[in-house]
């Protein structure tokens, strides 16, 4: 197969890691015979630099002409003089919007390769961690309108909107409930409603949408509670499906418990057209440029990007035991070193994940 990948390299450690994933994803194609066509352009930071805002024109109709857009990191301390409406982050919000992706699936797995690594006391570290978070991604405070800072009664005041429609939920509500169906069959959907509106036909619309899953267990909680159950047990979570803020604390919640925030990816997703595969975290602009990120987040990325974007399923499970095998070889990036173990750094950790295929 021939698939054209648009790659947004981004801020601080982007390029380095995504670097490797490309790596992987060539040595993958080779392997079964696919030609993956890459072409990168400016997202972030690095666009705001280059062409003066984070999300150029170019970049967007590059992206959509994609069969899948591989981004790894913006953002960083250099642009944070930057206006509000043209901060890096503003380049990622702004092509989720862009493809319309509006679920974002984030998993969290405890590899037992790295159970050392969990910030959990051993006990609960024990029932192990295998949940994802499925996050609506295109609306909620992070979109809503009227949003601004102005002077009030002589006060500065800032102000955003929570606000979702049933339809928003309902779709996200609908791959919350698919997602699930493949997976332990469990939703607990995460809202505030003892206090917000939005949460109430969150609530709601999420029970209706469930009618038509019957075989899913559904429940609810409320966001802190959801915060606090996780790093008491997260054993108990299969999907955890919810709005965009609260997924976003969430979902870098659950991964920091696996002890491994550089392990883990995700996906985003929208109705039609390609998605976009990135690793959970973020930038790290104190270690760019140094060869000591862990690249296995965008890597798995990748490995999601063939299987959820590029429908190739057996090249993603590869992908995944080539990463697999790297770790139960010993080998370990800075961030998830123990004893015993072998540093490599990001360059080294990629040409063994690719050799691994
Ligand atoms: C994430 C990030 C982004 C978000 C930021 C960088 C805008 O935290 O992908 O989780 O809040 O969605
Ligand atoms: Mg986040």
Redesign the pocket.
Known sequence: MKKHICLLPGDGIGPEILAQGKKVLEACAAKRGHEFVFESANIGGAAIDAEGCPLPESTIAKCKASDAVYLSA??GPKWDAQPPSNRP?KG??GIRKELGLFA?LRPALMLPELAGACLLRPEAAKLGLDLIVVRE?TGDI?FGEPRGTEVRDGLRTGYNTMIYNEEEIRRIAKVGFETAMKRRKNVVSVDKSNVLETSRLWRAVVAEVHKDYPEVALSNMYVDNAAMQLVRDPSQFDVILTG?IFG?IL??EASAITGSLGMLP?ASVGSSGPGLF?P?H?SAPDIAGQDKANPLATILSGAMMLRLGLNMAEEADMIEKAVSKALKDGYRTADIMEEGKTLVGCQKMGDIVAANL
Do not use: A, F
């Open positions: 913006v953002g982050e990622l919000l974002n991604l992070y965009n976003d979902s870098d995700s990135e959970v973020g």
